[in-house]
Structures are given as C-alpha cells and as structure tokens.
C-alpha cells in the first residue's frame, strides 16, 4: 500500500466531479469535529447526522472519479493520498467551525446553492450516474437547508448575542460565496447544473432566510476565489492533515 | 449444467426469500424486504447477484446488510452469491411495505407519512401520530435523530418523547 500522494489525471470532468466530491468531503470533516463538542445533544446527532450525508456523497462522487479516470483509485486514495493542493473544494467549506454562529452561517449559503444544483443535476444531467447520485443527494439537501435555515433565524432573531454573532458570521462568510457561482466549464454543458444559473434562486433562498431572521445581507464586494484552483487556507493544512494522517502513517489499516 | 427455466425461477425466488429475511441492523424489527431496500435477485450461470439500495448515500448499515445477505444466502445453499449496490431509482420512504409500516408503530417508531415529498423550506410541518398513545398532538424537536433515516418528536398529550421515520 502506498504512503506517497498519487497522481490524478487533470481533465475538466475529473475536476468537475472531484470538485464536488472534495466539497462534501471537506464541508463533512468539518461538521463531524464537532461530535463531543456541539451545544446539546440534539445538535450533535443532527451536525453528525448531515456529516453523514455529506461523506456519503462524497463517497458515491469519488467512485464515480474512480471509474472515469480508470487508474485504478479507490475512494480512499482520493480522501487520504492527495495533498493540499490537489483537493479542489470550495474556500467556504473549508473555513474553520468558529462559534455554532459560523457552522450554521456556513451550512446555509452552502446548503442554499447545492440543493439547487443537485436538483437541478438529478433532472438534467446527460451522465445517468451523475443523475442517480445527485437524485439521492437532493433529498438529503432539502434537510440540510432546512435545518441550517431554521438556526439562522432563532439565532438572529435571537437574543442581543446570538444576533451579534450570527451577523459577525455572515460577515466573515460572505467573501466565500462568489466562489459558488463560478460558470461551468463549457465543455462540459449537459453534464450538470451550471452553478451561474443557479444564483437568482440563491439570491432568493438566502433573502427570505435573512429577511426572518432580522439579519442584513452584507454588501456585495470584493471576492475571495481559489478553492476550485487548489489554493486554500493554513487551516484547511491543518485540517487534512488530521485526516490523513492515521491512512498515511499506517497504509493499509482496517478494523 | 444448463439450467431449466423452472430451475432458473427457483433459483430466483429461494434467493430472494433467502435475502428478504435479512433484517435491518438498526432497526430489527424490519426486513430489507419491508424497508423497499432488497431490489432486485439476479440469476447467472455462475451464481445469483442480490441488488440493494442503500437508504441514504452514508447510510453505515450498507456494509452489514450486505455481509448478512451474503451469509443468509450461504445458509439456504445458494453458492457464489454476490450482492450489489444500486443507486437509482432513488431509494423513497413510500416503498415502505404495509407490514412494515405496522411493524415499526407497535415497536414504538413512526411510519414516515405517505407520498410526502418535498417540503417547502417553510412549510407547515406534518402531521405525525404518536405510537404510544394514537394522538396526532406531537412536536419536533430534531429533524435529525438515533439514525440518519429517523427524527425526534415528542407526544404532547403523553409527554412520551418517540422515533419518527423521516419521509424521504
């Protein structure tokens, strides 16, 4: 078993796909290291619950990878043996856990343009793996918007402190959403929702959120990008490095 | 050996008994059979092939359902039997067979509603009744609970918190 990161192939489909796998990979971890830390049990099974989800997908995408690539990588060499810059998620889903203001903060704007775009996937898509993965995941969405919306709005309309925070969130947030919006490759037209599509409903999920919520959508300015390029953050080192490393320093390894 | 139809359909239908009677290993009052989860038996010159769906995509009683097959159709004398994942259609709560239904309210968990669908994002919540006590004066407390296909609510007229199956 290898130890050393393996070589994947670059083609606009493969980024494509591993894209969106490394989204719900990432987005996942993030939500599971909150087991043993969230603010009441409830909250806990239900971030583990949505870790699940997210990990799950991530697993049918990285099959998926797999068997377009046809090099012989399993979902876990994908998971465990590609290094930082490799990995192709958003910035957003990356971004540390912070207080439960900025979990949820995170998982709305997130979960407010992936619904749509595995809905989307499920009835458009040309590739009837892609469809069938995406048709289950949207199911799966639907709950994970609803969860995280209906947290946003106790919490900013919430007490004087959960508003505070709830709002800093949003703010600290907000740069990483024009990343979502990125146009899909034009080769690759048919194959999936094209996330420039799908902003007007974003614009329209996140508002009403918002708008209940008492919060102000933050002004629109400059963006931060380079997720989708293989340029992260200190912290997202830190974070695969934790999720690597038991794979790497033991190839191999069951139980 | 050339197989006969007769023998072929034979083969088939030991096979999915076989596989029917495996129960779900978080909830072992139901059978993959019940859950709409086993889809479909395969008969090949070489051996069968059992089709599951899995409930959700991280569902972690894939793995376990699968080995519980693989034994349960060792132990009719059904050689090389294999058993595959299948992802579409996508699996639905209304494949939920009648028996099931039952059988989870009398073990205390209930049935997810029929033909739900997608709810809106703010959309009124549904009606569930509670198992313990037949009232339809319950509450949510979580959308997510014990599983990844239940949630939690509480009866309001027994104060008995319960397990919902989620509509899916």
Known sequence: MPTTSIRVADTPLLREILGRADDALVLGHRLSQWTGHAPMLEEELALANIALDLIGQARALY????????????????????DSRDFRNLLLVEQPNGDFAITIVR??????????????????????????????????????????????????????????????ALEQLWPFVGE???????????????PASLHAEWDATVNEVLDQATLARPAEGWMQNGGRAGRHSEQFGHMIAEMQHLARSHPGATW | MVMTVMDHNNLRQRAWDAAAAV?????????????????DV????????????????GCPAMNMIAVEVETA????????GRVRQVM???????????????????????????????RALFGAGETVT??????????????????????????RSCAEPFDQFKCH
């Not at chain 2, 129960?23 to 709409?36: K, Q, S, Y």
Request: glycine share 8%.
């Open chain 2, 23 to 39: 129960v779900d290993p978080e909830i072992p009052v139901l059978t993959i059979a019940d859950l709409g989860v086993l889809r």
């Open chain 1, 107 to 168: 998982q709305v704007l997130y979960a407010a343009f992936i619904d749509p775009w595995w809905r989307e996937t499920a009835r458009r898509s040309t590739d009837s793996r892609l469809a069938a993965i995406a048709a289950k995941a949207e199911k799966e969405s639907a709950y994970h918007l609803r969860h995280a919306a209906e947290w946003l709005i106790r919490l900013g309309d919430g007490t004087d402190e959960s508003h505070r925070r709830a709002a800093a």
């Open chain 2, 88 to 118: 579409s259609p996508a699996w639905t709560t209304d494949w939920m067979s009648e028996a099931g239904r039952r059988k989870l309210a009398e073990y205390g968990i209930a049935p997810p509603p029929k033909a739900g669908g997608r």
């Open chain 2, 73 to 80: 159709l060792a132990r009719a004398g059904i050689a090389n």
């Open chain 2, 130 to 155: 509670c198992p313990r006590c037949g009232s339809s004066d319950t509450e949510r407390i979580s959308e997510f609970g014990s599983t990844a296909c239940k949630s939690l609510r509480r009866c």
């Open chain 1, 63 to 82: 099959a998926l990878a797999g068997e377009i690539e046809g090099l012989g990588h399993s979902e876990d060499d994908y998971a465990y043996l590609r």
């Open chain 2, 42 to 57: 395969e008969v090949h010159d070489d051996g069968v092939t059992v089709a599951i769906t899995p409930t959700y995509t």
């Open chain 1, 180 to 194: 979502m919006f990125a146009p899909l490759d034009p080769s690759l037209a048919g194959l999936c929702a094209d």
